[in-house]
Nanobody, 124 residues
Framework: QVQLVESGGGLVQAGGSLRLSCAAS????????MGWFRQAPGKERKFVAA????????YYADSVKGRFTISRDNAKNTMYLQMNSLKFEDTAVYYC?????????????????WGQGTQVTVSS
């Protein structure tokens, strides 16, 4: 079992940057593929980015490719999402997710574990 806690959300102007963090409990963090999802008001939750167990493989939604970077530090049980060149349409609640299966994060879903979410608001 793993518990996930996101942090780093906030209000930023368009074109700005934010870095989200996801802290995981437990001693098996490196066993989990990890990812970020987001949900805008009135819309369904959507995939943003995924990272493999050791961090060698990453995968992004087309809408964030080239602007967002996912990373992880298994020694610190923490995953990150560096968000640059933010746009108004990036406004959403961002959720951290974990699953033992890569497919549950990057393709088919849904992941087995979720954080509580952190709000990102981009002003235009």
């Amino acid at each position: 079992q793993v518990q996930l806690v996101e942090s780093g959300g906030g209000l930023v102007q368009a074109g700005g940057s934010l870095r989200l963090s996801c802290a995981a409990s437990g001693r098996t963090f490196s066993s989990y593929a990890m990812g970020w999802f987001r949900q805008a008001p009135g819309k369904e939750r959507k995939f943003v980015a995924a990272i493999s167990w050791g961090g060698a493989d990453t995968y992004y939604a087309d809408s964030v490719k080239g602007r967002f970077t996912i990373s992880r530090d298994n020694a610190k049980n923490t995953m990150y999402l560096q968000m640059n060149s933010l746009k108004f349409e990036d406004t959403a609640v961002y959720y951290c997710a974990a699953d033992l299966r890569w497919s549950a994060i990057a393709t088919r879903g849904p992941p087995g574990h979720w954080g509580q979410g952190t709000q990102v608001t981009v002003s235009s």
